[in-house]
């Protein structure tokens, strides 16, 4: 899953593509460049962290267009806009959405260096998150039906005894389950369990 | 030479025919049409000349010429001669003045319509001088951090990359000399042209961000075009003007298709500039030609009605069509000057 984070340049002028390429890897940054919006939409799908340089003038599909439809498919990508002329509109309208910076052309290589690796520290602190809870979830997921059922009525706060009650079975057993199921997720202790069931998506109050 | 020859042997004519006549004759009075040739002569200073050597010459002609007349009678047809004469080098000298002050008008107008066109083109101008600007400083900034960060071992990064900035400067730079000579004031005397060589440069000025627009350029050109003779500038003027008017067109639209095309059938070369807009609407289509005439927000109206004047002046003809299936075509013809075309 922590493959090395890549820095993803979209603009329609090859040279500029061309440039920012030397530039990055100048410095070992991993990188990969698309001609255009739509080149970068059919490869996104697997494009799940990193950092992209995103040009705003593009013929079919502009900058702010993408931004816009990768947000749309929940991106968690970090987006640094990139224009020939300021256009302050257009740069309110793209940090609204969401964007890290907008950077105007010609920048110098301090002012984009420091801006990507900012968005690579905050994608690597994202990624982590997403880790650890793609973590809780396997976990969660690895718990029997029963032992399920034993945490929805934990974490809706239920003491052992009405759990066994409402599920018809021995205080006993349901103690076993519940010592399995913090063995199972790792939880330190009761609060921890709930934090995690929410954080996977488990809603306590139903 | 052949107008000097033709000058002299009309001054040899009138002369002889003056010295055949007695005195009493106003025999001087046809040098105004010596004088009169003034007209065909380049410069006014040759129309001085003429007017000169025609007052030598009545006075010669009143020592030479057979007696006849009382002296009076003789002074006054003398005087009268040299009146006329002069009469008439100023006249012409005015004549030609008024000439070459509107010829200067007309360059002056030509000059401010092609300011005019760059000018509706600055802003994608800018964006494209700026992009290799923006490269060059990326490339030489790679090389730098190359440097620090790998030493000697990046020499060839380092290398390549100063040499693809270098690159890019020349594509500035290119772009900015065209410009420059488009919206020079200087206009060239008439010489032998390759219309395709031409269209290739104007197509490099007017169509450079046609692609980022989305259009699809298609160039026609007629191999073995013969040459036509005409000024450069000019005609690089028309075409320019035509292709932005295309371009213009296009971009309300969703097909975006441009296509120039050039062919020849011995006596003319023709150029045909068609785009699939939405063609020009009736009501503008009958002044199309005319000055002032304009629906572009910042334009002035005269880009065609220039182009129109030019394409004239070189005893060509502009015109415009419908194209079948939605659009414009723009079409002129200019005289071939020569079949042989250029190697």
Not at chain 2, 26 to 33: E, F, T
Not at chain 2, 99 to 121: F, I, P, T
Not at chain 2, 143 to 164: I, M, Q, S
Request: net charge negative.
């Amino acid at each position: 899953m922590t493959t090395e984070p890549k820095i993803y340049i979209v603009d329609d002028d090859a040279t500029i593509r061309d440039s920012m390429r030397a530039l990055l890897e100048s410095v070992d940054l991993a990188v990969e460049t698309f001609p255009t919006a739509l080149d970068f939409l059919n490869s996104s799908e697997n494009i799940k962290t990193g950092c992209l340089l995103l040009d705003v003038q593009m013929p079919d599909m502009n900058g702010l267009e993408l931004q816009q439809r990768l947000i749309e498919q929940g991106t968690s990508l970090q987006i640094i806009i990139i224009t020939g002329h300021a256009d302050v509109p257009v740069a309110v309208k793209s940090l609204k959405a969401g964007a890290l910076d907008f950077i105007e052309k010609p920048f110098k290589d301090d002012v984009i260096l420091d801006c990507i690796h900012r968005a690579l520290e905050i994608d690597e602190k994202n990624s982590k998150e997403l880790q650890s809870l793609e973590e809780a979830k396997a976990r969660v997921e690895s718990l029997t039906i029963r032992e399920y059922q034993v945490l929805e009525k934990l974490i809706q706060g239920h003491p052992n005894k009405v759990v066994a009650f409402q599920l018809g079975i021995s205080i006993r057993t349901v103690e076993v389950h519940r010592a399995r199921i913090f063995n199972k997720t790792g939880a330190r202790n009761l609060a921890h369990l709930v934090r995690m069931a929410m954080d996977i998506g488990i809603d306590p109050s139903s | 030479m052949k107008l000097i020859a033709l000058s002299a042997t009309l001054a040899l004519v009138i002369f002889t025919f003056d010295l055949m006549l007695p005195l009493g004759v106003a025999g001087g009075a046809p040098y105004v049409a010596l004088v009169l040739m003034g007209v065909w002569y380049p410069n006014v200073k040759h129309l001085y000349i003429l007017g000169e050597v025609a007052t030598i010459l009545v006075i010669l002609g009143f020592f030479l010429s057979p007696p006849g007349g009382t002296l009076w009678v003789v002074l006054t047809n003398r005087g009268l001669s040299l009146f006329g004469i002069w009469i008439t080098v100023f006249l012409i000298s005015s004549w030609i003045k008024t000439q070459k002050e509107l010829r200067d008008r007309r360059a002056e107008l030509r000059h401010v319509s092609r300011l005019s066109d760059m000018g509706q083109m600055s802003t994608s101008l800018a964006h494209e001088i700026n992009q290799p600007l923006t490269a060059i400083g990326i490339y030489i900034q790679a090389a730098r951090r190359t440097l620090e960060n790998k030493g000697a071992e990046g020499h060839d990064k380092v290398y390549e990359n100063l040499e693809k900035a270098v690159s890019q400067a020349d594509r500035a730079s290119q772009l900015i000399s065209k410009l420059r000579s488009f919206i020079s004031k200087g206009e060239t005397e008439p010489a032998p042209l390759n219309i395709n060589t031409i269209i290739i440069e104007s197509r490099d000025l007017a169509l450079f961000d046609a692609e980022k627009r989305g259009i699809k350029v298609r160039s026609k050109l007629a191999r073995n075009l013969p040459l036509v003779l005409g000024d450069k500038v000019q005609i690089q003027q028309v075409i320019v003007n035509l292709l932005r008017n295309s371009h213009e067109a296009l971009m309300d639209v969703k097909l975006r298709e441009l296509t120039i095309s050039t062919s020849s059938d011995g006596e003319a070369v023709e150029v045909i500039v068609e785009d699939t807009g939405d063609g020009i609407s009736p009501e503008i289509l009958g002044n199309l030609f005319m000055p002032f005439n304009t629906t572009k927000a910042n334009g002035m109206g005269i880009g065609l009605s220039i182009c129109r004047t030019i394409i004239e002046e070189h005893e060509g003809k502009l015109w415009s069509e419908k194209r079948p299936g939605g659009g414009t075509k723009f079409y002129f013809t200019l005289p071939v000057f020569s079949d042989t075309p250029e190697p």
